[in-house]
Nanobody, 122 residues
Framework: VQLQASGGGSVQAGDSLTLSCAGT????????MSWFRQAPGKEREFVGS????????FYTPSVNGRFTISRDNVKKMVYLQMNSLKLEDTAVYYC????????????????WGQGTLVTVSS
């Protein structure tokens, strides 16, 4: 499976932004999907994940209630809706595939797209 993330940009604190991840391959619809992020000088960290049919999601506590992951298996797309953005949400965001929704370690997700940069300013 190949992934391509898009939708990043520069926003102000409190704004909303939606990231998209386009997938290819026949197995896309069978994979759990995830979003991770990496801030400058920091390790890649888990943001959230969604199971193969979209019925289960899992978020890191710092984004729970502000971010929502969804997917459209017909379009082979995964989305990350980000509301009430904070300065600390600034990072390059990556979509991943192939892991389990409860796994927060990036090494257990087998497929990655290129990142998309989100910059939140005051």
């Amino acid at each position: 499976v190949q992934l391509q993330a898009s939708g990043g940009g520069s926003v102000q604190a409190g704004d909303s932004l939606t990231l998209s991840c386009a997938g290819t391959g026949r197995t896309f619809n069978t994979y759990a999907m995830s979003w991770f992020r990496q801030a400058p000088g920091k390790e890649r960290e888990f943001v959230g994940s969604i199971n193969w049919n979209g019925r289960k999601t899992f978020y890191t506590p710092s984004v729970n209630g502000r971010f929502t992951i969804s997917r459209d298996n017909v379009k082979k797309m995964v989305y990350l809706q980000m509301n009430s953005l904070k300065l600390e949400d600034t990072a390059v965001y990556y979509c991943g595939a192939g892991g389990n929704i409860s796994i927060t370690v990036p090494g257990f997700w087998g497929y990655w797209g290129q990142g998309t940069l989100v910059t939140v300013s005051s």
